[in-house]
């Protein structure tokens, strides 16, 4: 087991610990706000090209992920009351520390893509999918604003696949070829920092 592993086991049961009483709140709140399951599972891909379901707190209604992939703005009609706080404050992916502990996903690394947009990566950009994917990185500290850039896009998804994707991609290339414990520390400090100053 390699150093990055060790302590991605290690802060996951951890983090599981010290966070059990926000998780208990988060689903009291979830049950008294809508109808529908605590948590959403969603088909990612991982290393390898390998697909596995990702959790996080459910934020929106029930079955609105089939009126499309994309979250629009901080408003979203779909985005329920406490999912819109959730959201905010990235409270949505602390489950994902389960993923940690399955071994499919790691603190640090390219964040998870559906297979809808995988299909359109070239050979040159699968490269980010020869590492575990993460909860954050370099990429989602500078899109932590994205379903607002989304708004303003004339073409949301079009934007998303011809800027977002590609400039995401291209800081996941970065991190793969220039990465250690250090830098994850760094990755996850600035993620925090991100987060506590919306």
């Given at each position: 087991?390699?150093?990055?592993?060790?302590?991605?086991?290690?802060?996951?049961?951890?983090?599981?610990?010290?966070?059990?009483?926000?998780?208990?709140?988060?689903?009291?709140?979830?049950?008294?706000?809508?109808?529908?399951?605590?948590?959403?599972?969603?088909?990612?891909?991982?290393?390898n090209q390998k697909n596995f379901e990702l959790i996080k707190f459910r934020t929106m209604y029930a079955n609105?992920?089939?009126?499309?992939?994309?979250?629009?703005?901080?408003?979203?009609?779909?985005?329920?009351?406490?999912?819109?706080?959730?959201?905010?404050?990235?409270?949505?992916?602390?489950?994902?520390?389960?993923?940690?502990?399955?071994?499919?996903?790691?603190?640090?690394?390219?964040?998870?893509?559906?297979?809808?947009?995988?299909?359109?990566?070239?050979?040159?950009?699968?490269?980010?999918?020869?590492?575990?994917?993460?909860?954050?990185?370099?990429?989602?500290?500078?899109?932590?604003?994205?379903?607002?850039?989304?708004?303003?896009?004339?073409?949301?998804?079009?934007?998303?696949?011809?800027?977002?994707?590609?400039?995401?991609?291209?800081?996941?290339?970065?991190?793969?070829?220039?990465?250690?414990?250090?830098?994850?520390?760094?990755?996850?400090?600035?993620?925090?920092?991100?987060?506590?100053?919306?």
């Amino acid at each position: 087991m390699n150093a990055k592993r060790v302590f991605d086991v290690l802060f996951a049961v951890a983090g599981l610990l010290f966070l059990l009483p926000v998780f208990l709140i988060v689903i009291v709140l979830l049950k008294l706000d809508s109808k529908g399951s605590i948590f959403y599972k969603q088909i990612r891909v991982g290393l390898n090209q390998k697909n596995f379901e990702l959790i996080k707190f459910r934020t929106m209604y029930a079955n609105s992920d089939k009126a499309g992939l994309l979250t629009i703005g901080d408003h979203d009609s779909r985005i329920t009351r406490v999912g819109c706080w959730l959201r905010k404050y990235k409270i949505d992916e602390l489950p994902q520390l389960i993923n940690i502990l399955k071994g499919e996903m790691s603190f640090v690394g390219p964040r998870p893509e559906v297979l809808k947009y995988v299909l359109l990566y070239d050979a040159f950009q699968k490269k980010v999918l020869t590492v575990k994917p993460g909860i954050t990185d370099w990429a989602s500290i500078q899109y932590i604003d994205e379903n607002q850039l989304l708004a303003n896009a004339e073409d949301p998804e079009s934007f998303y696949i011809n800027t977002i994707i590609p400039s995401k991609i291209n800081q996941n290339l970065k991190y793969i070829e220039h990465h250690n414990l250090w830098v994850d520390l760094k990755i996850i400090s600035y993620t925090l920092k991100s987060i506590i100053s919306r």
